[in-house]
């Protein structure tokens, strides 16, 4: 199953790294950082949608859902923007009449962008494993929150 | 240079000393591939770090020594250079003496030569010599210096995911040490508790359990509430505090004043929260505090760290894994050019100038007649010298004074009141603009030598490019100008000048290149050649004389300057995640300046809509010492009544006042009275 | 309105109702045949074993009042009833993209591997008490309103002190 760039986003400090990184890779970044109302940030890239809306609306089959995910030809693309106006993330975009969106770094182990995040807060994985890690630590927190509490007024592991 | 791609290299940015590699092409820096395996960053990077190439590959590099000429900058050749920039020193050594020179040295540059640039200062026979530590971190080697024996980080910062409490104040780290913003989080994992002390609420707060929003100015007073309440409640580490500790009862008597209503009365603070803040970091079991230029940059900057330390002490904070006090440095080698002695009151490795014996090593050392006895000028004070036109040469390595020191005007005033300034920097600056020579220096990836990062690890860097057109590297410069001075240099490369760091501060006595080369370097005090590193300082006896902590109580001062009819708002600056220091490499990143193009100033909406000021608008801000124009941008970041300008652009430190703390002689950048209008 | 609420301390980790979810999501809603099924049943209940505390917790949609996944969803795939509030989905409008995983701070959006589209807990709509909270062996888990769960659990502390003050009396 395909991979995405999913973000822990309580970790995200809003440094702007991942775009940066981007885009020394790949010219232009492909990842936009929003920070909402000095409160928090949220890092937006391609979500690697499995019934693609781009894919479905685009009138000469540049872009195609195969095995591997999306896939995208630039020889039969005609630079009609559809799949620009259907992205409900706003994470494709035509540039030089090529449309270019996250392709997660072909060719490299990780992507740029997990791999500079100095928080951590960005991810690479498979769609089924991030609820399994927010599962755990979730479950360790109420557990913990169950055990018996710290006595107060007195320092502890001392 | 040996031939090695992708070339391992040290981040040039700030003091963590993120390890990345630089991918070559035809001798070109093409590509960065990050560096999982090293200690500090983990194969992360900031964005300042991503652009670096930007700055390597910039047709901005300075590329031959220029002279200014009546028509303007004529290139010329070194040697013409160098015999130009000795003549001048020697023709104001001869005709006012010694310490009408001033040196500015780099906490861009190595140690190697930094140890170099201080050497030919003092043996010309002046102490006039400084670097930008002054501006950043000068309270914390007084503060920490009296209170723990030595001013520096005690701990690394991987030691910080194994803290149980993580109090914060003064420090931005998400946006100015980034990397840091990985171990506080795996700390959190752990279920640690972390506050954060700032006026502004920064991305650094969003990591916070308890956020303090204190005013700009009152840390002593809420350092010393947390102490009231420590002791009050009997949670002192009394153990700790009797056999490691002197002064106790001193300190108990002046914390009798600081009770959590009067403190919240001076700091703006809910009397709960300080309650709150101090039982968490007393109770847990290893705490630490992580501190910045929000504590430092005052006039009360030694305090403010004294009580910092005070309050480790008291709790036993100090002197094993996960707990200490960790001042985050600024540039990459600021730590190094300390231990240097590129400052005006020490030698290398902390010998206090005036103090025979301290002086008497050197001079055996350096096989020097005699060394000049008494404390030269400061960073600041040279400044305020050559206004006044007591400095007649000034020689800057590496830095840009007039966008970094406080009061742009009189900088510019005094730089034009100079003789004969020369600066060695690898861009032109603004500072340069006013130089009659400039030399073209290589950047970190043009050259070897070591780098001391804020957790006090000295790493090796070794040459990855040849430095664009005729520049040098630094240490190149400074041995071929001491060569024209006359000075009898036996050296050859950077290995051999580290040879005699070893010999001559302690601290450094078992570091060597070879050393240095693998794993990542060794952390200071590394007294001799069998000794791994110390990355935790003071776990047996702190460095005073007697081994004891001194506890010093300190009292709340106000700020120099307090808004007041004329200029009602409280300015106070500060740095932001996409630029750096005064710009020079940062502001010439496309990539970075697409994103923050300007000078912006932060305003409070409340502020805002009573002077109908809109997103965007252009300001006027106005302070006793200029004005200067920025862009509005409205944001509850700040509270109502402050504004906060980022000092990366042109303009800000036309603002600020050059008031000093009394003995760290570093500028109150953190407070300055201003006025705003629409432009 | 009647939740999906646990008792984490009476949890043994038998995952009984993970079973009971899977077949109550199947086609033939049998244990024997489901297990044969294409595509395979999938449960929407998740029991966690937290290796510290040697414990299991069974977690489950929350139902969020302020649900952060149909929040984010793009296609409105997830909706939340305005009403009950029970959060639901829609597969046929789902487009896989997974903000709803990465947003929910439970981690109980699953996957459904043939169709690519999410899963998750839509309280049993065909049944009174869902699947889970029946076969739940010691009532770890239990189908009734956040009020009620208060008053229950009062009970059971107000049966533990009269324990404790008829010993002390004796």
């Not at chain 2, 020697?90 to 906490?107: H, I, N, Q, R, V």
């Not at chain 2, 910080?160 to 914060?168: D, G």
């Not at chain 3, 043994?12 to 297990?35: N, W």
Request: contains cysteine.
């Amino acid at each position: 199953m395909p991979k995405a760039v999913y973000a822990d986003l309580s970790r995200c400090i809003a440094c702007h790294a991942c775009e940066l990184a981007c885009e020394r890779e790949n010219e232009n970044s492909r990842i936009s950082l929003q920070v909402v109302r000095d409160l928090a940030a949220v890092p937006v890239s391609c979500r690697q949608c499995e019934t693609p809306l781009c894919a479905v609306v685009c009138p000469g089959e540049a872009l195609n859902y195969g095995d591997s995910g999306l896939e995208y030809d630039s020889e039969k693309c005609t630079g009609c923007r559809l799949c620009v106006l259907a992205c409900p993330f706003g994470t494709a975009e035509l540039r030089a009449g090529v449309m270019e969106r996250c392709d997660l770094c072909q060719g490299k182990e990780t992507p740029a962008c997990v791999a500079t995040c100095p928080a951590g807060a960005l991810f690479c994985a498979e769609a089924e494993s991030i609820g399994g890690n927010i599962r755990a630590r979730r479950a360790e927190r109420i557990k913990k929150a169950l055990a018996s509490p710290a006595s107060a007024g007195r320092r502890v592991n001392r | 240079m040996e031939e090695k791609n992708p070339q391992p290299t040290i981040c040039p940015y700030c003091s963590l000393g993120c390890g990345f590699y630089l991918k070559l092409e035809a001798g070109k820096a093409a590509g960065i591939r990050y560096m999982p395996e090293h200690p500090v960053n983990e194969g992360s990077l900031c964005p300042k770090g991503n652009t670096v190439l930007e700055v390597l590959n910039h047709p901005d590099r300075l590329k031959y020594p220029l002279k200014k000429t009546e028509t303007g900058w004529e290139r010329i050749e070194w040697e013409e250079a160098l015999d130009l920039a000795a003549a001048k020193l020697k023709g104001s050594l001869e005709e006012y003496g010694p310490d009408s020179l001033a040196f500015l040295g780099s906490a861009k540059c190595s140690n190697e030569e930094n140890y170099i640039f201080q050497k030919i200062a003092r043996l010309l026979g002046t102490n006039n010599v400084d670097n930008c530590a002054r501006l950043c971190h000068a309270s914390t080697l007084t503060g920490l210096g009296k209170t723990l024996g030595t001013g520096a980080m005690t701990n690394p910062i991987s030691d910080l995911a194994c803290s149980e409490c993580i109090f914060v104040i003064g420090s931005n780290f998400a946006e100015n040490h980034p990397a840091v913003s990985r171990r506080v989080l795996e700390a959190k994992e752990k279920g640690a508790f972390v506050i954060v002390a700032d006026p502004r609420m920064t991305p650094t707060s969003w990591l916070a359990d308890l956020s303090l929003r204190l005013v700009p100015g009152t840390d002593v007073a809420l350092l010393n509430g947390m102490m009231h309440v420590i002791v009050s409640e009997g949670l002192v580490d009394r153990e700790f505090a009797r056999e490691r500790t002197k002064g106790f009862a001193e300190l108990e008597n002046v914390l009798q004043r600081y009770d959590p209503e009067t403190v919240s009365r001076i700091t703006g603070i809910p009397s709960a929260e300080i309650i709150k803040a101090a039982r968490a970091y007393a109770r847990a079991g290893t705490a630490a505090i992580v501190y910045s230029m929000g504590i430092t940059q005052h006039i009360s900057g030694t305090d403010n760290v004294t009580a910092c330390a005070d309050l480790a002490l008291i709790c036993g904070h100090i002197g094993k894994k996960g707990a200490g006090i960790l001042p985050l440095r600024g540039q990459n080698n600021v730590q190094g050019a300390c231990d240097m002695g590129a400052l005006s009151e020490f030698f290398p490795g902390y010998g206090k100038v005036g103090d025979p014996e301290a002086a008497g090593r050197m001079q055996a050392l350096w096989g020097a007649k005699k060394l000049p006895e008494s404390p030269g000028l400061t960073a600041t004070e040279i400044v305020g010298a050559a206004g006044k036109g007591k400095i007649k040469t000034l020689y800057v390595m590496g830095e840009d004074l007039v966008n970094s020191h406080p009061d742009s005007s009189r900088v510019k005033q005094a730089l034009e009141n100079l003789d004969f300034l020369v600066v060695q920097d690898i861009f032109m600056n603004d500072t340069a603009e006013y130089a009659d020579l400039v030399l073209p220096a290589a950047s970190f990836a043009e050259k070897e030598g070591s780098f001391t990062s804020t957790e006090r690890r000295v790493q090796w860097l070794e040459p990855a490019l040849m430095p664009p057109g005729e520049a040098r590297a630094d240490l190149e410069i400074l041995f071929r100008l001491a060569e024209k001075l006359g000075l009898d240099f036996p050296y050859r490369d950077a290995g051999e000048v580290l040879e005699e760091i070893s010999a001559a501060v302690p601290a450094y006595g078992g570091i060597a290149k070879e050393r240095l080369k693998k794993d990542f370097g060794l952390i200071w005090p590394c007294p001799d050649a069998g000794h791994t590193g110390t990355p935790v300082l003071h776990t047996d006896s702190f460095m005073t004389p007697d081994g004891l902590a001194r506890l010093v109580p300190v009292e709340h001062r106000s700020p120099a300057e307090t808004p007041g009819p004329d200029y009602p708002f409280l300015l106070t600056t500060g740095r932001t995640v996409l630029h750096y220091n005064a710009g020079s490499m940062s502001r010439r990143c496309k990539s970075l300046l697409k994103r923050e193009a300007e000078l912006y100033v932060e305003i409070h909406p409340a502020d805002a809509r009573t002077m109908e000021i809109r997103e965007g608008n252009k300001l006027v801000l106005e302070s006793r010492r200029g004005s200067t124009k920025a862009t509005a941008r409205l944001t509850e970041r700040v509270s109502p009544g402050v504004l906060f300008l980022p000092f990366h652009f042109p303009g800000t430190n036309v603002l600020t006042a050059d008031a000093l703390d009394r003995e760290a002689k570093i500028p109150e950048f953190k407070v300055s009275a201003c006025r705003i209008r629409r432009g | 309105m009647k939740e999906v609420m646990v008792r984490p301390e009476r949890c043994m980790g038998c995952r009984s109702c993970e079973i009971a979810c899977a077949v109550e999501h199947s086609e033939s809603k049998d244990l024997f045949a489901a297990v044969m099924e294409k595509p395979t049943p999938q449960k929407r209940i998740y029991v966690e074993y937290v290796p510290e505390y040697n414990a299991a917790i069974p977690m489950t949609c929350r139902h969020c009042e302020e649900a952060p996944c149909t929040t984010v969803c793009p296609t409105k795939a997830l909706k939340q009833d305005e009403i009950t509030r029970v959060v639901t989905h829609n597969s046929d409008l789902c487009i896989g993209c997974w903000t709803c995983s990465m947003v929910c701070n439970y981690g109980v959006i699953g996957r459904q591997k043939e169709a690519r589209v999410a899963v998750k807990c839509n309280l049993c709509p065909n049944r009174d008490i869902p699947a889970c909270v029946e076969a739940c062996p010691t009532n770890a888990l239990v189908f009734i309103e956040v009020k009620k769960l208060a008053g229950v659990k009062r009970t059971e502390a107000a049966l533990k002190l009269a324990r404790g003050m008829q010993g002390k009396a004796l």
